[in-house]
């Protein structure tokens, strides 16, 4: 069974089918009536995208086979899974066709640049004795990390105390690759 329905020529409607043959042309046979028909396989066109992923301090270039009807948006997710190189998870950044945009085909996109949120550094504050105490940490993206937790980094014993998004504002809750900046106290 197919996920979509099929136009029969018989029934002259859509309808449910099952797929027989596989090839340039499916063989399949309509679920209402039992007609065996061909259908027409309509192949996904992909464009070769580059694409500037950022980690940390440094920036690399990937080049990703993207459908070129699929639309990006800054702030989403995507998976770069450049054959030449290892596979990163990231967020868009940025889009640029003609000129730097929030959205766009893939194939009208000329470049994408985005941040890498599988393993990215974390800015974390101890307050100690009359000091702030600042050093950075590297985490998993998909950590959670949360205002009243005790942790230990780099040698101090902390309980997080307030917590900068990378977009806007504060949270109590969120993973390592939305937060801009953890303060802590000392314990």
């Known amino acids: 069974m197919f ?10 409607n859509d309808t449910e089918h099952t797929l027989i043959k596989s090839g340039q042309e499916n063989l399949v046979r309509c679920e209402e009536c039992g007609t065996v028909h061909s259908v027409e396989v309509q192949r996904e066109r992909l464009v070769n995208l580059k694409v500037i992923v950022s980690s940390g301090e440094r920036s690399e270039t990937y080049y990703a086979k993207i459908p070129a009807k699929e639309m990006l948006r800054v702030g989403d997710e995507l998976l770069v899974d450049d054959p030449s190189k290892d596979v990163v998870m990231t967020e868009i950044a940025s ?6 945009v929030n959205s766009a085909l893939a194939e009208e996109t000329k470049t994408l640049w985005a941040r890498a949120t599988d393993e990215v550094p974390l ?12 050093f950075k940490i590297s985490v998993p993206g998909d950590e ?17 105390v307030k917590m900068k998004l990378r977009g806007e504002g504060f949270a109590d809750s969120a993973e390592a690759k939305d937060i801009q900046r953890i303060w802590g106290r000392e314990i």
């Open 144 to 160: 959670v990390f949360e205002v009243g937790e005790s942790r230990k980094e780099e040698g101090f014993r902390f309980i997080i």
């Open 3 to 12: 996920d979509d329905l099929i136009f029969c020529p018989v029934c002259e």
């Open 95 to 100: 889009l640029e066709t003609d000129r730097r």
């Open 123 to 134: 800015k974390i504050s101890v307050y100690r004795k009359g000091k702030t105490h600042s």
